[in-house]
């Protein structure tokens, strides 16, 4: 069923007195329960995409729908998690879970809000951190209760901004799989559209990747990502579907770049 649509998106940023399009005529279907991974060269508007989505910034042109209605502005229907771990650092990372939840307006009573923070944190492996400050957790900490919270808020999508690049390798792995069994494990599996400029990280998370062009500001090539589920990265690497898939995108991200550099000069 489709949950999202984008009809010729465009939007233009005022650069220096001149508007710049950033984004040109976007066309896109994304279906309930989807993970889409929206790649490119970095200013291809990814970002802005995502703002849009979020309800952060109004199309210039075209029309964003979410379950056939246009949206307007931002709506508790859509998560956000961000490259930066966006918590508040004045408060727990417990309290961080229940003002997200708070947010929710669900009538839950204050009990049961606490006891979901509680159960979100156990889930993303930070039993004992409730208590801790952001400021006393490590990155990969403070973006697993960034992880915690927008689950615990269980929004129907998730918009997440390469919310793993400020992480070491290690934990990004940890991350990403934990991301993949919490939305895999969940009662409705979320529509989570997801920007990353790492095409391995592409490749395992999602069902289709979307290739922008820095070039046309638009979509490249979307591709579907058919390899079985639940992956793994010690069994997805080394397989030669996993690498003919990665030697396309790289190659589509390649000629992009041939193609930019062509215009520039
Ligand atoms: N607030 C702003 N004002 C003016 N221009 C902006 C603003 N935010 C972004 N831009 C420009 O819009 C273009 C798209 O930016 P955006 O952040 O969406 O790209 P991106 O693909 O997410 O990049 P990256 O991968 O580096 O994060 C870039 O050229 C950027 O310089």
């Not at 042109?61 to 307007?72: A, D, H, P």
């Not at 919490?182 to 790492?198: M, S």
């Amino acid at each position: 069923m489709e949950k999202i649509r984008l009809e010729n998106v465009t939007f233009s940023y005022l650069q220096q007195g001149v508007t710049a399009p950033v984004v040109e005529k976007v066309s896109l279907t994304i279906r309930e329960g989807e993970f889409i991974s929206l790649i490119g060269p970095s200013g291809c508007g990814k970002s802005t995409l995502l703002r849009l989505l979020a309800g952060l910034s109004r199309p210039g042109g075209g029309r964003i729908l979410l379950n056939g209605t246009e949206i307007k502005g931002t709506g508790h229907e859509r998560g956000v998690v961000f490259q930066h771990y966006a918590l508040f650092p004045w408060m727990t990372a417990r309290d961080n879970v229940i003002f997200g939840l708070q947010q929710c307006r669900d009538g839950r009573s204050r009990k049961e809000i606490e006891a979901t923070a509680q159960r979100y944190l156990d889930l993303v492996g930070l039993h004992d951190v409730g208590d801790k400050y952001p400021n006393q957790l490590s990155g990969g900490m403070q973006q697993r209760v960034t992880i915690a919270r927008a689950f615990a808020m269980d929004t129907d999508i998730l918009l997440m901004d390469e919310p793993f690049s400020a992480v070491d390798a290690r934990n990004r792995m940890k991350l990403q799989e934990l991301l993949l069994e919490l939305w895999r494990a969940g009662q409705k599996k979320k529509t989570v559209i997801f920007v990353t400029h790492d095409v391995d990280e592409a490749i395992l998370l999602s069902d289709r990747i979307v290739v922008l062009s820095a070039c046309s500001k638009s979509v490249k090539e979307q591709i579907t990502v058919d390899l079985p589920r639940p992956r793994h990265w010690s069994e997805l690497a080394n397989t030669d579907s996993y690498t003919a898939l990665r030697n396309r995108l790289i190659g589509l991200l390649f000629t992009d770049l041939v193609e930019e550099t062509r215009l520039a000069v």
